[in-house]
């Protein structure tokens, strides 16, 4: 970890990400337990991890020196354990909400790290004809879409594949069909409105000194336009 005097706080080094993880866990915590302090809100931290790793599992943060102890054990959801644990398979078939497609789409992203673009394209696919088939509202179906498109890349040409595949599929499962024009009306207004919600949410990362580009990944906004917040911040 580095420090800034100057600004008062801690930069996040890339080249050993897990080397510091539960240091970062804490010093987050402590932040948002600082800024909640005054209306008494309990704050937690949870670890969604989502590498394939099985055994990578931190869960504590301890310093003991001089007579002074502390200690945060943190709760961890391994994300391959809904592929690895039976019982963990089991709850995921299960399952019927949007998360369990989330989970899905992650688990198949580190499967696919090496497949081919056709595999890739063919496994977004039918992880979209789930979405339908399980019967979400337009309104779940969206976000999870677009979280599947993310985790797993395809080529622009297939991204316009696709884009046609979709209405099909809208049309086999009696989806209100809606056309071109209203269709890209309505995406634009809920792109526009996830639009403001990354730029808050990569308002809240830079205020904890996260790293510009991953914050850029994480939010999906240019790193142009992190960087354009990360100025009117300071």
């Known amino acids: 970890m580095e420090y800034d005097e100057s600004r008062k706080k801690v930069k996040e080094v890339q080249a050993k990400p897990r080397e510091y993880f539960m240091e970062r866990m804490y010093i987050y915590n402590y932040r948002y337990f600082d800024k909640r ?26 310093v003991s020196f001089c007579g002074f102890e502390l200690r945060m054990k943190i ?6 354990d809904f592929k690895w644990k039976k019982e963990h398979r089991e709850r995921l078939e299960k399952a019927t909400g949007p998360m369990a497609l989330v989970i899905k789409a992650q688990i198949k992203s580190i499967e696919l790290k090496k497949a081919g673009e056709d595999t890739r394209y063919e496994a977004v696919k039918e992880l979209i004809r789930e979405c339908y088939r399980a019967g979400y509202s337009s309104d779940d179906i969206y976000p999870v879409m677009k ?54 949410t990569a308002r809240n990362l830079l205020e904890m000194s ?17 960087q354009k917040l990360a100025s009117a911040f300071n």
């Open 210 to 226: 996260i790293d510009i580009d991953k914050i850029a990944k994480a939010t999906g906004l240019k790193k142009e336009e992190v």
């Open 147 to 200: 979280f599947i498109e993310w985790v797993i890349r395809i080529s622009k040409e297939n991204e316009k594949w696709l884009k046609e595949e979709i209405v099909r599929i809208e049309e086999v499962y009696n989806m209100p069909y809606l056309a071109s024009w209203e269709r890209s009306a309505r995406r634009k207004g809920k792109f526009e409105g996830m639009e403001l919600k990354a730029k808050e």
């Open 37 to 62: 302090l005054e209306i008494g809100t309990p704050v937690i931290s949870l670890a969604i991890l989502t590498d394939d790793d099985e055994n990578y599992r931190p869960d504590e943060y301890r």
């Open 75 to 80: 709760p961890v959801v391994k994300i391959m």
